[in-house]
């Protein structure tokens, strides 16, 4: 058994998670003061989710093939992002958002002298101090993290290299810890590349370089071949893909929506046949029960990402 194909949720009391959503409550005018997180984060924050965040790379792309320009692409994978949080880096990043006073000291001392154990196959472990990390599943732990990584937008956009549409900069997409970087320019990709590596270095954070890739948008000589791009994350080589799953949606180097349509019908596939069990076949519920779920279950999920 792997430990590494394993991610762990943290369970708190039902006290805690009523404590942490008051906290929120309190903080996130704060945050909006600030204008924390930055715009082109797109998790978690109010009316974006990873549709906003795909539409956003698919227009952009769309944006340079349409005026006969090509167009580079970074996949990033954060390596187990929440459960590798620096603790003293985060309270220093959450006083510069404007968190302080006793709402700080309150974030501080909630994360000292935590004891933790794990439960597998009905079995606790020992008990053991955690040092480090936000813990995936509580309420405040995805705010924690914007907020550990929401710098790192800031520098990027200070490089000036990145994709701009009409008047509007977008040298990155991020979805909590995924995270995408566009550049017309190679020399672009890898400066910003370079800048995540220096970022990931100083804040304790991890990307998983062998996990990572990149694409190449428009520009048929380049699209295709053995070219070798040297395109590299901390010193290690970024696969070439020529199709990629982003946000959950199917993108391919010729934004094709053949690819995209296909996969979400075998979804929708896999979603009906999943509900024969309840009743959903020629001989089960009756045809208005049925309709009633094929449009309140099968058809959003074929349809999502494919507006």
Same mark, same amino acid.
């Given at each position: 058994?792997?430990k590494?194909?394993?991610?762990?949720?943290?369970?708190?009391?039902?006290?805690?998670?009523?404590?942490?959503k008051?906290?929120?409550?309190?903080?996130?005018?704060i945050?909006?003061?600030?204008?924390?997180?930055?715009?082109?984060?797109?998790?978690?924050?109010?009316?974006?989710?990873? =549709?906003?965040?795909a539409?956003t /790379?698919?227009? #952009?792309?769309?944006? %340079?093939?349409e005026?006969?320009?090509?167009?580079?692409a &970074?996949?990033l994978?954060?390596?187990?992002?929440?459960?590798?949080?620096?603790?003293?880096?985060?309270?220093y990043?959450?006083?510069?958002?404007?968190v302080?006073?006793?709402?700080?000291r309150?974030?501080?001392?909630?994360?000292?002298d935590?004891?933790?154990?794990?439960?597998?196959?009905?079995?606790?472990?020992?008990s053991?101090?955690i040092?480090?990390?936000?813990?995936q599943?509580?309420?405040?732990?995805?705010?924690?993290?914007?907020?550990?990584?929401?710098?790192?937008?800031a520098?990027?956009?200070?490089?000036g290299?990145?994709?701009?549409?009409?008047d509007?900069?977008i040298?990155?997409?991020?979805?909590?810890?995924?995270?995408?970087?566009?550049?017309p320019? =190679?020399?672009?990709?890898?400066? /910003?590349?370079? #800048?995540?590596?220096e %970022?990931?270095?100083?804040?304790?954070?991890?990307y998983? &370089?062998?996990?990572?890739?990149?694409?190449?948008?428009?520009?048929?000589?380049?699209?295709y071949?053995?070219?070798?791009?040297?395109i590299?994350?901390?010193?290690?080589?970024?696969?070439?893909?020529?199709?990629?799953?982003?946000?959950?949606?199917?993108?391919?180097?010729?934004?094709r929506?053949?690819?995209?349509?296909?996969?979400?019908?075998?979804?929708?596939?896999?979603?009906v046949n999943?509900?024969?069990?309840v009743?959903?076949t020629?001989?089960?519920?009756?045809?208005?029960?049925?309709?009633k779920m094929?449009?309140k279950?099968?058809?959003?999920?074929?349809?999502?990402?494919?507006?």
């Open positions: 058994m792997d590494n194909n394993y991610r762990d949720i943290s369970i708190a009391s039902q006290l805690q998670n009523v404590f942490e008051i906290l929120f409550d309190r903080l996130y005018p945050f909006k003061q600030n204008k924390f997180p930055h715009e082109l984060q797109q998790g978690f924050r109010p009316k974006c989710c990873s =549709l906003t965040a539409f /790379m698919k227009e #952009t792309i769309s944006y %340079y093939i005026n006969n320009s090509c167009i580079y &970074a996949y994978d954060n390596e187990k992002a929440f459960n590798g949080v620096w603790i003293t880096g985060l309270l990043k959450l006083f510069n958002i404007g302080r006073g006793r709402y700080w309150i974030i501080k001392s909630s994360y000292q935590i004891v933790s154990s794990v439960f597998f196959n009905g079995v606790y472990s020992e053991y101090q040092k480090q990390g936000v813990g599943g509580r309420t405040l732990s995805s705010w924690m993290f914007l907020a550990m990584i929401n710098d790192l937008i520098e990027l956009i200070s490089l290299n990145g994709a701009v549409v009409n509007s900069h040298p990155c997409i991020l979805i909590a810890d995924d995270t995408s970087l566009i550049s320019t =190679l020399s672009g990709l890898r400066a /910003m590349l370079d #800048t995540v590596g %970022y990931a270095s100083k804040w304790r954070l991890k998983n &370089a062998s996990k990572s890739c990149f694409m190449i948008f428009g520009g048929k000589k380049h699209r071949g053995n070219k070798s791009f040297n590299s994350l901390n010193g290690t080589a970024l696969e070439r893909v020529f199709n990629v799953k982003y946000a959950g949606i199917d993108i391919d180097c010729n934004l929506i053949r690819n995209a349509v296909s996969s979400r019908c075998k979804k929708g596939l896999t979603v999943s509900l024969a069990p009743g959903f020629s001989s089960g519920m009756s045809p208005s029960h049925a309709i094929w449009e279950i099968v058809i959003p999920i074929v349809n999502c990402g494919l507006k």
